[in-house]
């Protein structure tokens, strides 16, 4: 049984930071991708960023580039999100999603699997 249990959202001003983690249990870490992806209110849920099994592959949205780094330590099983220089615009719950998959993907419907989501909000 696949578990994910996100944490580290929060309130910060503009310009903040942020790290947001995702500890994963179930599958070994190693084989599969892992994304994040983002819901404003009132919006679909949107693809954030995602990296490959081994870390080598990685895919931002055009949005955060520059400014989130996604990032894995496999062997503590935990996927990380390090969101830099927040706009007001960041605001949403964040949900981090497993594939079964070890490639990367930008593609909501290839995720398998969803963890509870964490709040992020940023005041301007």
């Known amino acids: 049984q696949v578990q994910l249990v996100e944490s580290g959202g929060g309130l910060v001003q503009a310009g903040g930071s942020l790290r947001l983690s995702c500890v994963a249990s179930g599958r070994t870490l190693s084989s599969v991708a892992m994304g994040w992806f983002s819901q404003a209110p009132g919006k679909e849920r949107e693809f954030v960023a995602t990296i490959s099994g081994s870390g080598g592959t990685i895919y931002y949205t055009d949005s955060v580039k520059g400014r989130f780094t996604i990032s894995r330590d496999n062997a503590k099983n935990t996927v990380y999100l390090q969101m830099n220089s927040l706009k007001p615009e960041d605001t949403a719950v964040y949900y981090c999603?497993?594939?079964?998959?070890?490639?990367?993907?930008?593609?909501?419907?290839?995720?398998?699997?969803w963890g509870q989501g964490t709040q992020v909000t940023v005041s301007s």
């Open positions: 999603a497993q594939r079964k998959d070890f490639f990367a993907s930008r593609l909501i419907n290839e995720y398998a699997d």
